[in-house]
């Protein structure tokens, strides 16, 4: 393009308004030397306009062929004003030289023309006769290399190579360098360092870089905004101004953008407070492009879509129940039997006869608290055992090994003790809540009431699911939920998980969601179908949610911190099973077992004279008598084993001993007298001899009884 007709070209945008606010101009290095040329003019109809050019080092040479060159363009030009040679006449000097060191390497050579070989007349360029000279001089032209008043002239694939550019910005009358580029750099403020431009004054005289194209006509975006009175965290419209989580989302989004997007909110209601309409009714205004786009929490639904292009989701997608709950546990007179389940009631209570019965087994033979009538006995095992409880048993333990059983058994009760305690503190003083409602089988099945949201698609969903119409009642607000629900107006409240736990933010104490959740694709904002904002505007909520600024803006408006119960019930507390303490009883019981196996093992080795004589008689029957005059009868602590030999001698009067009798035999034989038997009752003959004939038989013992 021509100098003039750049000047030309660049007044008629001023004209149209094209060279304000807004718009960028580049210009390449064939119009740069335009300010130069033209001077003021330019500046005039160009400002805030970019150029690039070839950078030249001022260097003294430069300076000197400066100062020669403006003497001699003064003398041959009185009155004229030009600050010295421009770039491009640089350039034509140091081409002049390259022309003369080509021709000096190329020397004479002889001018004649060369012809065509398919000369026909034509003019075409490839069938001009050509000279031997200018081909030498082409030739060592292109080899030409050296130092100029630019720098080094060297020419590379047909193009004189620079390396260095400098970027130009028009202010005002003036232009300014406001960087360069280079290869190790590229763009930067200084040649030998990375930094950023100097500050570029931009058409309009702004110093903001501008956002780029603008929409067409440059208007702004009409967007429609839902009139939604219940749910002002998510939207809501004041004054002329949108707020609320979805419009500050869509905010922060097209803040980001690197171009500029004016826009205006317009509520989509009568000016009464109420709505014009349903939300498919809104999204088909921008179908009808009577909106550029609609703001607010509007779901993405696939009806819709058929109508407009949605942006990504920007919130939670799906659909629940909210339902009522209630404390699962009551508190009855038999409270404390919760705590333990039935089998480690019956579990503990056998353990603790069974603990009973070992100590009072050791015991009874060398205590005498444990011995008495049967029934004292008896009455002593489950006092002791029971006593044990809450360690306030009185009677005195004088064998190890019942020392050992108990000792056990003692850490079994004390973690029973403390288990139990703290079970049945959480039974009676933490809460157990439960849905009231667990599925919409379940409501349909009693022919309950089921809320949602006005103005939605819910209607269409609850029909798709078999409830009845009649059986669905409208709300528009958290308040309005929580006096349904409370008052029992409806079972449930069907809603998207957004409203949900906005409503649980308020009243999490009394109510849950429970159920399955239905999918849907959250909220989304709508453009018309083919609108270049809808990929730049998922690209900005991708951008803020991988930030974490979506978080925070979620935190801001709709979730604030709130304490709520935990209404899992795999985290409340159930009754202890016999499963949690089988390791224990085993522990215990083991080492009960093991004291009365001990027990009985030394007993009998202390006896082991008696119940070898016994067995050597051959009767089964003497020798459980033995057995049970050993563990049975007293024994004093401080016997020896001689001593109890005495004692297990001495006969009692209901069963005489073997040694008695045969003594008694002998002396009435001895003295012949007679015996008093009954009459009519023969005695029979027994034949007896003078010798030692020792102790008899337990089946003589016996069969004399």
Same mark, same amino acid.
Not at 163 to 171: C, F, G, P, S
Not at 310 to 339: C, H, I, N
Not at 426 to 447: A, F, H, K, Y
Not at 655 to 674: Q, Y
């Given at each position: 393009?021509?100098?003039?007709?750049?000047?030309?070209?660049?007044?008629?945008?001023?004209?149209?308004?094209?060279?304000?606010?807004?718009?960028?101009? =580049?210009?390449?290095?064939?119009?740069?030397?335009?300010?130069?040329?033209?001077?003021?003019?330019?500046?005039?109809?160009?400002?805030?306009?970019?150029?690039?050019?070839?950078?030249?080092?001022?260097?003294?040479?430069?300076?000197?062929?400066?100062?020669?060159?403006?003497?001699?363009?003064?003398?041959?030009?009185?009155?004229?004003?030009?600050?010295?040679?421009?770039?491009?006449?640089?350039?034509?000097?140091?081409?002049?030289?390259?022309?003369?060191?080509?021709?000096?390497?190329?020397?004479?050579?002889?001018?004649?023309?060369?012809?065509?070989?398919?000369?026909?007349?034509?003019?075409?360029?490839?069938?001009?006769?050509?000279?031997?000279?200018?081909?030498?001089?082409?030739?060592?032209?292109?080899?030409?290399?050296?130092?100029?008043?630019?720098?080094?002239?060297?020419?590379?694939?047909?193009?004189?190579?620079?390396?260095?550019?400098?970027?130009?910005?028009?202010?005002?009358?003036?232009?300014?360098?406001?960087?360069?580029?280079?290869?190790?750099?590229?763009?930067?403020?200084?040649?030998?360092?990375?930094?950023?431009?100097?500050? =570029?004054?931009?058409?309009?005289?702004?110093?903001? #870089?501008?956002?780029?194209?603008?929409?067409?006509?440059?208007?702004?975006?009409?967007?429609?905004?839902?009139?939604?009175?219940?749910?002002?965290?998510?939207?809501?419209?004041?004054?002329?101004?949108?707020?609320?989580?979805?419009?500050?989302?869509?905010?922060?989004?097209?803040?980001?953008?690197?171009?500029?997007?004016?826009?205006?909110?317009?509520?989509?209601?009568?000016?009464?407070?109420?709505?014009?309409?349903?939300?498919?009714?809104?999204?088909?205004?921008?179908?009808?492009?009577?909106?550029?786009?609609?703001?607010?929490?509007?779901?993405?639904?696939?009806?819709?879509?058929?109508?407009?292009?949605?942006?990504?989701?920007?919130?939670?997608?799906?659909?629940?129940?909210?339902?009522?709950?209630?404390?699962?546990?009551?508190?009855?007179?038999?409270?404390?039997?919760?705590?333990?389940?039935?089998?480690?009631?019956?579990?503990?209570?056998?353990?603790?006869?069974?603990?009973?019965?070992?100590?009072?087994? =050791?015991?009874?033979?060398?205590?005498?608290?444990?011995?008495?009538?049967?029934?004292?006995?008896?009455?002593?095992?489950?006092?002791?055992?029971?006593?044990?409880?809450?360690?306030?048993?009185?009677?005195?333990?004088?064998?190890?090994?019942?020392?050992?059983?108990?000792?056990?058994?003692?850490?079994?009760?004390?973690?029973?003790?403390?288990?139990?305690? #703290?079970?049945?503190?959480?039974?009676?003083?933490?809460?157990?809540?439960?849905?009231?409602?667990?599925?919409?089988?379940?409501?349909?099945?009693?022919?309950?009431?089921?809320?949602?949201?006005?103005?939605?698609?819910?209607?269409?969903?609850?029909?798709?699911?078999?409830?009845?119409?009649?059986?669905?009642?409208?709300?528009?607000?958290?308040?309005?939920?929580?006096?349904?629900?409370?008052?029992?107006?409806?079972?449930?409240?069907?809603?998207?998980?957004?409203?949900?736990?906005?409503?649980?933010?308020?009243?999490?104490?009394?109510?849950?969601?429970?159920?399955?959740?239905?999918?849907?694709?959250?909220?989304?904002?709508?453009?018309?179908?083919?609108?270049?904002?809808?990929?730049?505007?998922?690209?900005?909520?991708?951008?803020?949610?991988?930030?974490?600024?979506?978080?925070?803006?979620?935190?801001?408006?709709?979730?604030?911190?709130?304490?709520?119960?935990?209404?899992?019930?795999?985290?409340?507390?159930?009754?202890?099973?016999?499963?949690?303490?089988?390791?224990?009883?085993?522990?215990?019981?083991?080492?009960?077992?093991?004291?009365?196996?001990?027990?009985?093992?030394?007993?009998?080795?202390?006896?082991?004279?008696?119940?070898?004589?016994?067995?050597?008689?051959?009767?089964?029957?003497?020798?459980?008598?033995?057995?049970?005059?050993?563990?049975?009868?007293?024994?004093?602590?401080?016997?020896?084993?001689?001593?109890?030999?005495?004692? =297990?001698?001495?006969?009692?009067?209901?069963?005489?001993?073997?040694?008695?009798?045969?003594?008694?035999?002998?002396?009435?034989?001895?003295?012949?007298?007679?015996?008093?038997?009954?009459?009519?009752?023969?005695?029979?003959?027994?034949?007896?001899?003078?010798?030692?004939?020792?102790?008899?038989?337990?089946?003589?013992?016996?069969?004399?009884?």
């Amino acid at each position: 393009m021509s100098y003039q007709l750049a000047l030309k070209f660049f007044q008629l945008a001023k004209d149209e308004g094209m060279m304000g606010q807004g718009y960028v101009w =580049i210009v390449a290095y064939g119009l740069t030397d335009i300010f130069d040329v033209v001077g003021s003019p330019a500046l005039d109809v160009m400002n805030g306009v970019l150029g690039v050019e070839p950078y030249v080092e001022d260097t003294e040479r430069l300076q000197d062929f400066k100062q020669r060159w403006q003497e001699k363009y003064k003398r041959e030009n009185p009155g004229t004003k030009l600050n010295g040679p421009i770039l491009s006449g640089l350039y034509a000097y140091d081409t002049v030289w390259a022309l003369a060191l080509a021709a000096e390497k190329a020397g004479y050579v002889n001018s004649d023309f060369m012809p065509s070989e398919t000369n026909n007349g034509s003019s075409d360029f490839d069938k001009i006769n050509t000279s031997k000279a200018a081909e030498k001089l082409h030739d060592a032209f292109l080899k030409t290399s050296f130092y100029g008043m630019t720098g080094k002239f060297h020419i590379q694939d047909w193009k004189l190579v620079s390396t260095t550019y400098k970027i130009i910005n028009v202010v005002g009358q003036d232009k300014r360098v406001v960087g360069f580029w280079t290869p190790g750099f590229n763009i930067s403020r200084n040649l030998n360092k990375k930094a950023d431009l100097y500050t =570029i004054v931009w058409p309009g005289g702004s110093d903001k #870089a501008p956002r780029g194209w603008l929409l067409p006509a440059n208007k702004k975006l009409k967007i429609g905004v839902p009139f939604k009175p219940g749910f002002s965290n998510f939207i809501q419209f004041e004054n002329g101004k949108a707020t609320g989580f979805c419009a500050r989302v869509f905010e922060e989004v097209i803040d980001a953008l690197p171009y500029e997007v004016p826009f205006h909110y317009e509520e989509f209601g009568d000016g009464k407070g109420e709505s014009n309409g349903t939300y498919d009714s809104l999204i088909y205004k921008v179908y009808l492009n009577e909106f550029d786009a609609v703001v607010g929490d509007v779901t993405i639904l696939a009806n819709r879509s058929l109508y407009v292009d949605f942006t990504l989701p920007y919130t939670e997608s799906g659909v629940r129940m909210l339902v009522p709950v209630r404390d699962k546990r009551q508190k009855t007179a038999w409270t404390f039997l919760k705590p333990l389940s039935a089998d480690l009631w019956l579990g503990t209570g056998a353990f603790f006869v069974f603990t009973g019965f070992i100590v009072w087994f =050791i015991e009874h033979r060398t205590n005498q608290e444990f011995r008495g009538p049967p029934a004292n006995q008896i009455g002593s095992i489950f006092y002791f055992s029971f006593s044990t409880l809450v360690f306030a048993h009185r009677e005195k333990i004088v064998n190890n090994l019942s020392r050992i059983a108990l000792v056990v058994w003692f850490f079994v009760v004390l973690i029973l003790q403390q288990s139990y305690t #703290a079970s049945l503190s959480s039974i009676l003083t933490v809460e157990q809540l439960q849905p009231t409602v667990t599925n919409l089988d379940e409501v349909i099945r009693r022919g309950d009431y089921v809320g949602y949201l006005s103005d939605s698609f819910l209607p269409g969903l609850l029909k798709r699911l078999k409830i009845n119409e009649s059986k669905m009642i409208p709300f528009n607000s958290p308040e309005e939920y929580n006096d349904a629900l409370s008052t029992g107006k409806v079972a449930v409240i069907v809603d998207e998980i957004p409203y949900l736990k906005l409503f649980l933010n308020k009243y999490c104490h009394n109510y849950t969601m429970v159920g399955p959740t239905y999918k849907f694709d959250g909220f989304g904002y709508a453009f018309p179908r083919g609108s270049p904002l809808t990929p730049e505007i998922s690209r900005g909520i991708l951008e803020l949610a991988s930030k974490g600024r979506m978080a925070e803006l979620e935190k801001e408006f709709l979730y604030v911190d709130t304490v709520c119960p935990d209404k899992d019930d795999s985290q409340t507390s159930s009754s202890l099973t016999l499963h949690s303490f089988i390791g224990l009883f085993m522990i215990t019981g083991a080492s009960s077992l093991l004291a009365l196996v001990l027990h009985v093992g030394i007993t009998l080795y202390n006896n082991r004279t008696h119940l070898i004589s016994a067995c050597s008689q051959g009767s089964w029957r003497g020798s459980l008598v033995i057995l049970s005059k050993i563990f049975r009868e007293h024994e004093d602590s401080s016997n020896t084993p001689d001593k109890e030999e005495t004692r =297990i001698a001495n006969v009692d009067l209901a069963v005489e001993s073997p040694w008695s009798m045969s003594n008694h035999i002998i002396e009435n034989f001895d003295s012949d007298t007679d015996t008093g038997s009954p009459a009519g009752e023969e005695t029979p003959g027994r034949e007896v001899s003078n010798q030692d004939l020792g102790p008899p038989s337990f089946a003589y013992m016996h069969s004399e009884r």
